[in-house]
C-alpha cells in the first residue's frame, strides 16, 4: 500500500538506522539539503481534501546516501509552478507511464526493469521509498525511472501537458475504508476528469486494490466515466496482469485471506477529439 509522509516529519530529528549519533536539525532545515523538499508547492495552491495519509519511519543509511547523490539527477519536487517536457525530463521520446504512490519502490523498479523502453514517472511523498526506490534504479542500472515528491494531483493540474501520459497506475491506494472517509479516496469522477486531460488516447489506467468495496467503487466510477472503456468484455475485473508484480504487501494480504482486483481501462478518444498534431 502506498502512505504518504507529511510534511511536520521535517522538523524532527534526523533518523538513520546505523547506530551512529543523530543530527539534530534547527527547526527548518532541510532534511536533505540535496534531496526532496518538505513541502514543495508551499502555500501557491488551495488546500484540499487529500486522498493520501501521512506515514512517518525511519531513512536508512542506504537511502539517506541514495537521496543526496541521486535526487537532483533523477528526483523532482512537484512545485506547480512549470510544466515538464518529459523528453528532456527522461532523456528520450519514449512513452511514459504516471504510477501514483509507490511504497518502497520494489514493484516499480521490477516493471521497470522488465520493460526499459517505458519511462516510469512515480509519485510519492514517503521519504525512505523515495530513497529505496532510488537504490533500487542504481543498482539495476535502470534510466527509465523518475521519482516525484508532492501531490500527484498538483502533478497532473499544473505541471503535466495534455495527452502527454501513455498509461496511468494505481496500485493498492488508501482505501479510507470509513463512510464519512469515502470523500479521500483517489479515484472518483473529478480525478478521472483531470487524469482524462493528461492521457493520450488508448493509454491504460490500471489499478489495483484488496479492498473489495473500494474495487467495486473504482468499477463503477471507471464504468460510468465517458472518457474511460474497460478492457473486459464482460464489464468486470480483470486478471493480474503478467506486467504487474506480485508486492509483498499483496502477499500478505493474500495470505490473509484479501481478495486483489486488478481494473484495466483505457482512454477513449471521442469522434470529436484530436490529439496534438492532428
Known amino acids: ?51 493520501f ?14 537521496l543526496q547523490r541521486l535526487w537532483p539527477t533523477w528526483g523532482l519536487d512537484i512545485d506547480g509552478q512549470r ?3 518529459l523528453a528532456e525530463l527522461f532523456g528520450t521520446d519514449s512513452p511514459v507511464v504516471l504510477e501514483i504512490g509507490f511504497g518502497m519502490g520494489e514493484a516499480t523498479a521490477q516493471m521497470a526493469a522488465e520493460d526499459r523502453k517505458t ?15 532510488l537504490n533500487l534504479a542504481e543498482r539495476s542500472g535502470l534510466t527509465n525511472v523518475r521519482v516525484a515528491n508532492g501531490d500527484a494531483i498538483i502533478l497532473l493540474r499544473e505541471m503535466l501537458p ?20 469515502h470523500k479521500r479516496r483517489l479515484i472518483q469522477p473529478e480525478f478521472l476528469d483531470l487524469a482524462a ?4 488516447p488508448g493509454a491504460l489506467v490500471h489499478c489495483a486494490t484488496d479492498w ?12 460510468a466515466h465517458p472518457d474511460f472503456e474497460n478492457t473486459r468484455p464482460d464489464g468486470g475485473f480483470a486478471p493480474r496482469p503478467e506486467f504487474r508484480p506480485l508486492t509483498r504487501f499483496e502477499g500478505q494480504g493474500l495470505d490473509k485471506g484479501h481478495v486483489v482486483n486488478d481494473l484495466l481501462f483505457r482512454r477513449v478518444q471521442h469522434r470529436d477529439q484530436h490529439t496534438p498534431g492532428d
Open 1 to 51: 500500500m502506498s502512505d504518504f509522509l507529511d510534511s511536520t516529519e521535517e522538523t524532527r530529528p534526523a533518523s538513520v538506522e546505523d547506530g551512529s549519533p543523530r543530527h539534530h536539525r534547527a527547526k527548518g532545515e532541510p532534511r536533505f539539503p540535496d534531496g526532496p523538499q518538505a513541502d514543495p508547492a508551499g502555500s501557491h495552491f488551495e488546500r484540499r481534501i487529500r486522498s
Open 53 to 66: 495519509q501521512p506515514r512517518r519511519s525511519r531513512v536508512t543509511t542506504g537511502q539517506a546516501d541514495a
Open 83 to 85: 510544466t515538464l517536457d
Open 119 to 133: 519511462g516510469i514517472l512515480a509519485v510519492d511523498v514517503h521519504t525512505p521509498g523515495q530513497g529505496n526506490l
Open 162 to 181: 495534455p495527452a502527454s501520459l501513455n498509461g496511468l497506475r494505481v496500485y493498492f491506494p488508501d482505501p479510507w475504508p470509513k463512510k464519512r472517509h
Open 197 to 200: 486531460t493528461r492521457l493520450k
Open 212 to 223: 473489495e468495496p473500494y474495487a467495486e467503487q473504482m468499477l463503477e466510477v471507471l464504468s
